[in-house]
């Protein structure tokens, strides 16, 4: 398997409508796995074909419990109901997420790998991942559907990382190891006792 290059904003490819795929051929097996090897590296819960640049109407989803992906071509929402807000980022936005109006709960058809019709009903980060998909193989992002025009942040994760080690280091300096062993309350004193 390999994993493919991704595309990123604004490459044309992530504005355009993906192709209904007529005949599930064998050789569009090796794309689908490439497709999900991509996703995997990525560490992305989905990814649909215009993100690897393919126009092919094909996406892949797998949310962080489940242990099989699911191959979705073909995939329609069929039907949405209600409506939240939640938080959303996208492997070809990399750096920010988003608030965005998503479904409370969705239908979805699309056909397996085996040319069967799949269909779901979903609500949750399965909806979520289900619209957010749909939506690239339509040629939209999920920057289409934020909440307000700033609910689109950057995220600086390196930054933030840096900060909480620094803390740590600032705690450890404020509360030395007290290695005496005279106090009662001492952490672990109880450990100690029992090991005794
Ligand atoms: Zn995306």
Known sequence: MTVLDMRFVPDPILRRQAR??????????KFIDDMIETMHAEMGVGLAANQVGSLQKVAVIQLPDWEEP??????????????????????????YRGMVKRSVSVRARAIGLDGKIIRIKADGLLAQALEHETGHLKGQ??????????????????????????????????????DTGSSPDRPGSSLEDKAK
């Open 70 to 95: 699911l191959i979705l071509i073909n995939p329609e929402i069929t039907r949405q109901e209600g409506e939240r807000e939640v938080e959303e980022g996208c492997l070809s936005i990399p750096g």
């Open 20 to 29: 209904k795929i007529g005949k599930v051929l064998p050789r569009m097996k």
């Open 141 to 178: 992002l999920y920057i289409d559907h934020l909440v307000t025009p700033d609910s689109l942040y950057k995220i600086t994760h390196t930054a933030e990382d840096d900060s909480e080690a620094e803390d740590e280091a600032e705690a450890t300096e404020a509360n030395p190891p007290d």
